[in-house]
């Protein structure tokens, strides 16, 4: 079983930044593919980037060039930059967990609240 606890979220200004981190428990980190996913009010969950095992990234294209994720294998932890945030970047946040091999169980955290507003 693996835990994931985000943190960072909150209330920013459009244009600003915050970077988000979620932790994972266990000693499987290193064979995850982990991802960042966002669901707005009245909609349904949606993918914003992974990074793979091996460090490949991948983004949605409505966050490509403002948002960054990355992992630290030797703290069990991936980030979400988040870099001249958006009003319809608001959300709430949550990680998600991949292992590598079959039979590919995945986990998710709890999510973490991101409000762009002025």
């Known amino acids: 079983q693996v835990q994931l606890v985000e943190s960072g979220g909150g209330l920013v200004q459009p244009g600003g930044s915050l970077r988000l981190s979620c932790a994972a428990s266990g000693s499987l980190f290193s064979i995850m593919t982990m991802g960042w996913y966002r669901q707005a009010p009245g909609k349904e969950r949606d993918l914003v980037a992974t990074v793979t095992s091996g460090g490949r990234t991948n983004y949605v294209n409505s966050v490509k060039g403002r948002f960054t994720i990355s992992r630290d294998n030797a703290k069990n932890t991936v980030y979400l930059q988040m870099n001249n945030l958006k009003p319809e970047d608001t959300a709430v946040y949550y990680c998600?967990?991949?292992?590598?091999?079959?039979?590919?169980?995945?986990?998710w955290g709890q999510g973490t609240q991101v409000t762009v507003s002025s």
């Open positions: 998600n967990a991949v292992i590598d091999i079959l039979p590919h169980h995945d986990y």
